[in-house]
Nanobody, 123 residues
Framework: QAQLVESGGGLVQAGGSLRLSCAAS????????VGWFRQAPGKEREFVAT????????YYADSVKGRFTISRANAKNTVYLQMNSLKPEDTAVYYC????????????????WGQGTQVTVSS
């Protein structure tokens, strides 16, 4: 399993931007598809975005499409989530997760998770 550490969260005003990073340990990071998920207080965890091992294919939740961009730098063992035009409803703890094989939107299919990073968007 990959060991994952998220960073880059914080407090930002509506309309602002943040870039989250997911750093992985191990030399086989390029074998993993990576997803970003989020969980707001009192709500279930939800899918945000995912990226294939090569980075050529990405998928997004409808709620973030056009505002968020997932990318990866395998040489740095890192996946990024660029978040623009942030809204108060984007406030949540954001988690990255990794899995072997094809990407997935279901969190249950991922077997490695980071500890999460808090994103708070003020109105």
């Amino acid at each position: 399993q990959a060991q994952l550490v998220e960073s880059g969260g914080g407090l930002v005003q509506a309309g602002g931007s943040l870039r989250l990073s997911c750093a992985a340990s191990g030399r086989t990071f390029s074998n993993y598809a990576v997803g970003w998920f989020r969980q707001a207080p009192g709500k279930e965890r939800e899918f945000v975005a995912t990226i294939t091992q090569t980075g050529r294919t990405t998928y997004y939740a409808d709620s973030v499409k056009g505002r968020f961009t997932i990318s990866r730098a395998n040489a740095k063992n890192t996946v990024y989530l660029q978040m623009n035009s942030l809204k108060p409803e984007d406030t949540a703890v954001y988690y990255c997760a990794a899995k072997l094989g094809i990407t997935a939107r279901q969190g249950g299919e991922y077997d490695s998770w980071g500890q999460g990073t808090q994103v708070t968007v003020s109105s």
